[in-house]
């Protein structure tokens, strides 16, 4: 699985508890604490994949792609 797709797995994970804890009343303070308990955890797991994965993998990207702009750069203007 690629990073942006186990990212946005998360994503959808976390808006999900949020949105089952919305639905729940003052009446059932074991569910909300139980729903925070995973928020937290879901949340804790997309930082990590973020600063662990995705964040070095842009970073390699992006370091990789720089070369190529700027050599097809110095080919237009020499060519003008």
Same mark, same amino acid.
């Not at 937290?40 to 990207?61: D, K, N, R, S």
């Given at each position: ?26 009446? @059932? ?27 070095? @993998? ?23």
């Amino acid at each position: 699985m690629k990073a942006t797709q186990l990212l946005k797995k998360h994503h959808d994970a976390v808006k999900k508890l949020f949105a089952d804890f919305l639905d729940t009343t003052d009446r @059932a303070p074991k569910k909300r604490e139980e729903l925070c308990e995973k928020i937290a955890t879901e949340l804790e797991i997309h930082a990590q994949i973020e600063e662990e994965i995705f964040y070095p @993998a842009m970073q390699e990207f992006r370091s990789s792609r720089r070369p190529r702009i700027s050599s097809r750069r110095r080919t237009r203007s020499t060519t003008r």
